[in-house]
T-cell receptor
Framework: EAGVVQSPRYKIIEKKQPVAFWCNPI?????LYWYLQNLGQGPELLIR????????DSQLPKDRFSAERLKGVDSTLKIQPAELGDSAVYLC???????????FGQGTRLTVV | DQQVKQNSPSLSVQEGRISILNCDYT??????FLWYKKYPAEGPTFLIS?????DKNEDGRFTVFLNKSAKHLSLHIVPSQPGDSAVYFC???????????FGQGTELSVKP
C-alpha cells in the first residue's frame, strides 16, 4: 500500500517568491493535515481537512499561506510571498478518520534565501 | 504555551537494555496519546498509542504507560536495538478531535 506522497522533497527559493507543495494522501483516508516542523521542534498543525472541507485552519497564517483540497483527495499548500522565517519542513499526513492515528509523508524541506 | 513537553532532548542507551522516554502534558482534556518515531530526512512514523481510559498498552518491544494524575506518559523499549536510534515524539489529542499536539522530541541513541 502506498503511503502519503509529497513533492517536491526539497525546495530552495528566494524570499518574496511563491512556492507550492503537493500531497497525495493514502487512498481512502478522509482526513488530511498539513504540519510545519521547525528545526529541533515537534510538528505543528497548519490546517486539517475532512474530505474537501477545511475544519481547522486556525494556525494557518492566512495573509501569505493558502491551501486547497479539491475533490477531497490531493492537496496543495502555497506560500506567497515566502519569507526567510518560512524555512522549515512541511509535512502532510492523512488518517482514515479524525480520531485515528495519522500517517505522515516524507515532508518537503523549504529553504528561503 | 507548550502543552506537551519532552524535557530530555537526548538519551543514550546500551543495546539490549531498556530505553525509557518521558513526556509530560498540561491539558487535562487530552484523551488520546501517541508516540511517533522519526529517522533523518523522513516523516514521523506512528509507533504506538494509548487512550486515556487505559494506563498501559503494549506492542512487542514497545510499551506505553499513562499516569493521568501526574499528567505523564512514558515509552519503554525493551530490549533496545541499534535500529531504534531515532527521534521520538509524543503527541496528544483532545476529544479524539484530530489535532495532534506534539512535544519537542527526544533523540534516542542505542549503542552496540
Amino acid at each position: 500500500e502506498a503511503g502519503v506522497v509529497q513533492s517536491p522533497r526539497y525546495k530552495i527559493i528566494e524570499k518574496k517568491q511563491p512556492v507550492a507543495f503537493w500531497c497525495n494522501p493514502i487512498s481512502g483516508h478522509n482526513t488530511l493535515y498539513w504540519y510545519l516542523q521547525n528545526l529541533g521542534q515537534g510538528p505543528e498543525l497548519l490546517i486539517r481537512y475532512e474530505n474537501e472541507e477545511a475544519v481547522d485552519d486556525s494556525q494557518l497564517p492566512k495573509d501569505r499561506f493558502s491551501a486547497e483540497r479539491l475533490k477531497g483527495v490531493d492537496s496543495t499548500l502555497k506560500i506567497q510571498p515566502a519569507e526567510l522565517g518560512d524555512s522549515a519542513v512541511y509535512l502532510c499526513a492523512s488518517s482514515f478518520q479524525r480520531n485515528t492515528e495519522a500517517f505522515f509523508g516524507q515532508g518537503t524541506r523549504l529553504t528561503v534565501v | 504555551d507548550q502543552q506537551v513537553k519532552q524535557n530530555s532532548p537526548s538519551l543514550s542507551v546500551q543495546e539490549g537494555r531498556i530505553s525509557i522516554l518521558n513526556c509530560d502534558y498540561t491539558n487535562s482534556m487530552f484523551d488520546y496519546f501517541l508516540w511517533y518515531k522519526k529517522y533523518p530526512a523522513e516523516g514521523p512514523t506512528f509507533l504506538i498509542s494509548i487512550s486515556s481510559i487505559k494506563d498501559k498498552n503494549e506492542d512487542g518491544r514497545f510499551t506505553v504507560f499513562l499516569n493521568k494524575s501526574a499528567k505523564h506518559l512514558s515509552l519503554h523499549i525493551v530490549p533496545s536495538q541499534p535500529g531504534d536510534s531515532a527521534v521520538y515524539f509524543c503527541a496528544a489529542m483532545r476529544n479524539r478531535g484530530g489535532k495532534l499536539i506534539f512535544g519537542q522530541g527526544t533523540e534516542l541513541s542505542v549503542k552496540p
